[in-house]
């Protein structure tokens, strides 16, 4: 919004400028976050509408539906022939180290890419073994700790030797300040386009992946389905995720911390990750999860 808009006086915005600025977001793809943008953005003048800054709201009769459409719930999960595909792929998409590291340290802790991308050296225990992501850095603001496996920790032990800057983990490109939170996505992304886009990675299309396109927000879902595919826990999967308990009495009266159960299932998490990666991979059978039927007596 600020780059179209964020010059122009509140009066003067039309509504042609509010559709030029979300047709814009559109062409990255990204319908969701028009439909987001188109939220914020009606929210912002109703606020100025009701103060009398506006004499009528701009976006009045701009619809989710013919900007970013319909939002579909994703469902998209990592098989682990993908996650062995993804690793034989991964040298091809000539990333910068620090993002290929980020990658699998998102699929080994189930971390949002906000939370890797604003990781600061003062939170992580290297020797311990431990991430802290802050309450101003977690979506839901609640402070929670990630245990870290060998395979994650192996990750971040790379990203330390190529360390710039003595606050962030992964720096953006004048090392003042943390990596931009769409950088990774945009990188993702740009090495799944068909066609290049001017100025940007020329290694298109080499990580597609066998079941199509993929997001690092995936990376997060498929970490969740590959800790319950080694039979961890429902609860404690949503622990590790940071996931608030739904129930408002469970979580007032339920206070056990699931500390030890999280730190095994990341545990789990990192071993199945290590050998889907290894030299042997490919002679590492595919898990699956049993569900057990109960019969009626």
């Not at 906000?114 to 609640?142: F, H, Y």
Request: net charge positive.
């Amino acid at each position: 919004m600020l780059p179209e808009l964020g010059t122009m006086a509140v009066e003067d915005v039309k509504k042609r400028h509010i559709a030029a600025m979300l047709d814009k977001t559109k062409e990255r793809g990204v319908g969701r976050m028009v439909n987001l943008l188109l939220s914020l953005t009606r929210q912002m003048f109703l606020f100025a509408l009701s103060r009398d800054w506006i004499e009528a709201d701009p976006t009045a009769t701009l619809k989710k539906a013919d900007f970013g459409g319909k939002e579909v719930e994703r469902e998209r999960v990592l098989s682990e022939d993908e996650i062995r595909e993804l690793n034989r792929k991964m040298p091809s998409a000539k990333f910068i180290p620090t993002t290929e590291a980020a990658i699998w340290i998102m699929l080994a802790t189930c971390c949002r890419v906000g939370e890797i991308s604003q990781a600061r050296w003062s939170d992580l225990d290297l020797t311990a073994r431990q991430w802290r992501i802050p309450p101003d850095v977690a979506k839901n603001k609640r402070e929670y700790l990630i245990t870290l496996s060998d395979f994650a920790t192996k990750h971040f032990e790379a990203l330390k030797t190529l360390q710039t800057s003595p606050v962030w983990v992964i720096p953006n490109t004048q090392g003042k300040d943390h990596l931009d939170e769409k950088a990774i996505s945009k990188q993702v992304h740009d090495r799944q386009r068909t066609v290049p886009l001017k100025g940007r990675s020329t290694c298109s299309a080499v990580l597609l992946l066998s079941r199509g396109a993929w997001t690092p927000h995936d990376l997060r879902r498929t970490g969740a389905t590959l800790m319950r595919s080694l039979r961890v826990d429902k609860d404690v999967i949503e622990r590790c995720l940071n996931h608030l308990e739904q129930n408002r009495m469970a979580r007032i009266y339920q206070r056990y911390d699931h500390d030890t159960e999280m730190a095994e299932a990341w545990t789990l998490l990192g071993a199945r990750l290590e050998l889907l990666t290894s030299e042997n991979a490919e002679n590492v059978v595919p898990m699956t999860v049993r569900v057990t039927r109960k019969t009626a007596a």
